[in-house]
Every structure is written in structure tokens, then in C-alpha cells.
């Protein structure tokens, strides 16, 4: 995708957040992460390091939401140069429900990335998606992108998830499985799938995850299976790990009482 269309993008994304703070019966809202990792379908985007990220959200009542999210990355060095330090990504969608439990949503989101050198190739591309959800127990999801990774050929991913609220001490259990499929991944033989466990607590404002990713079925980018050692920049990893989170969104909620 030319640097004309990821402005027009990315000014589209501006001017929806702009409206959407001055309409009625709207919802505006931020939340701030500091994870030990930024994990991507059971790849590290930091290179095993911690990430920053911060979102902007907005949520109408139709059901029409939009968002700007941004983490800082470590995609390495390579012959040519650097690679991107920081990654904004625009969201659009629509959600809905159906059948009392049942939900939907509709949407896609454009990734950009931000801090490379000239003479490195960007990277942008963008997904569309469709999921499905039951009340907030289980959702599922399927992504596609025509371009992915800025590389001609095509990708897609489908998700299942799930959120169980565990009867001891306000824990909850969430789980992930994901497959990447398509032709990006197949023309070099790395289909994969990804998994994920963790458990969830809060206390106040604050949002604290732990979670076991797996990644390591794409074997050419798990370090401890590589036959050369990766040293201290694991750039892409997919070994498996643990990862920690603890997030807060605002405006905080009043207490009640």
C-alpha cells in the first residue's frame, strides 16, 4: 500500500475519532498496557523485550466503533538497515447481537509501522475480519489480508478464544488457538498454529494477565530449536514463554458507595 492511501487511512481514522467526541450517546475511552512481551500470534514483536502500548477507542451505540493503537517494536537490523521501532494501527469495525447470546463483528484493521530507514521496504498492510461471540465466554474470529506484510501474497488467520471466570479469588482463565494459513505462509512451508493459557485478575483500576504462549510450531523462528543461536536479539521468536501484562483503561469508573 503507497504512502498516499496509508495518509488518507490514517487521516479517515483521525477525522472518525474527531466526530465520534462529539456524538451523543458515545463512548470514549483509553487504556494503557506495559507487557513483558509483545506477543502476535505466538511471535514476539519486541524480540522477547517489553512493550508499551496505549489505544484510543471509540464505541457508538449502532454498534460502529473505531480505534488507534500503537506498541513500540524490534523488527532488527538487516544489510539494508533498521527496521521499524514503532507500530500504529487504525481499527474500524461494526458488532451487533443476535439471538440474546449471540454476537457478531465486522471489520478490519490497517497496520503501520514507523522508524525505519529509507532504504528499508515497508511493511504496512491491512486485514479484514469476521468473528462471531457467545455472551463473553467464547469468541472466534477469521482474518484475511490480501497483502500481507507488504509482500504480494496473501494470509489469513482464524482464532478461537475463551474467558472463564474461575470461583476462587476473582481469577479468570483465558485461552487462545490460532492457525496462520495462506500463501505467505505456505510458499515457505511454515503454516502454523499458536496456543495460549493465562489467568486474570483485577484489583481497582488495574487489569493484571499472566499468560503461556506457544508459537513454536513455526519451527523456523523458534530460537531453541534453531540450529544457530540466536544470541540477545531473538528478533521474530516464536519459542514458547510467559508473558505479564497489567493494563488500566480511562476514564476510571467512580466508585460507588
Known amino acids: 500500500m503507497n504512502h498516499a492511501m496509508n495518509a488518507r487511512l490514517t487521516g479517515l481514522g483521525v477525522v ?16 494503557i498496557t ?3 512481551d509483545y506477543d502476535f500470534r505466538g511471535v514476539t514483536q519486541t524480540a522477547l523485550d517489553p512493550a ?16 488507534l493503537w500503537g506498541s513500540n517494536v524490534d523488527f532488527g537490523d538487516g544489510d539494508e538497515g533498521s527496521g521499524p521501532n514503532v507500530e500504529v494501527d487504525l481499527l474500524l469495525g461494526y458488532s451487533g447481537s443476535f439471538m440474546e447470546d449471540f454476537g457478531y463483528d465486522v471489520g478490519g484493521t490497517y497496520y503501520s509501522y514507523r522508524g525505519e530507514d529509507d532504504n528499508v521496504s515497508s511493511v504496512d498492510y491491512y486485514e479484514i475480519k469476521g468473528g462471531l461471540s457467545y455472551t463473553e465466554l467464547a469468541s472466534t474470529a477469521f482474518w484475511y489480508s490480501p497483502d500481507y506484510g507488504n509482500s504480494d501474497k496473501s494470509a489469513w488467520y482464524v482464532e478461537l478464544n475463551g474467558d472463564v471466570p474461575l470461583p476462587w479469588w476473582e481469577l479468570g482463565t483465558t485461552l487462545h488457538a490460532g492457525y496462520s ?19 486474570t485478575r483485577s484489583f481497582g ?10 508459537g513454536s510450531d513455526l519451527k523456523n523462528y523458534d530460537c531453541s530449536r534453531q540450529s ?7 528478533v521474530f521468536s516464536s519459542e ?5 501484562s497489567i493494563a488500566t483503561t480511562f476514564p476510571w469508573a467512580k466508585d460507588e458507595g
Open 16 to 31: 472518525a475519532l474527531a466526530l465520534a467526541s462529539g456524538t451523543a450517546q458515545a463512548e470514549v475511552s483509553s487504556t
Open 34 to 36: 506495559v507487557a513483558s
Open 52 to 67: 508499551l502500548q496505549a489505544s484510543l477507542d471509540w464505541a457508538g451505540e449502532s454498534g460502529l466503533y473505531a480505534g
Open 181 to 199: 494459513g495462506g500463501d505467505y505462509w505456505s510458499s515457505t512451508d511454515d503454516e502454523y498454529y499458536d496456543w495460549a493459557v493465562g489467568l
Open 205 to 214: 483500576h488495574f487489569d493484571f494477565a499472566v499468560k503461556y504462549v506457544d
Open 228 to 234: 544457530i543461536e540466536c544470541g540477545g536479539d531473538p
Open 240 to 244: 514458547s514463554k510467559v508473558v505479564f
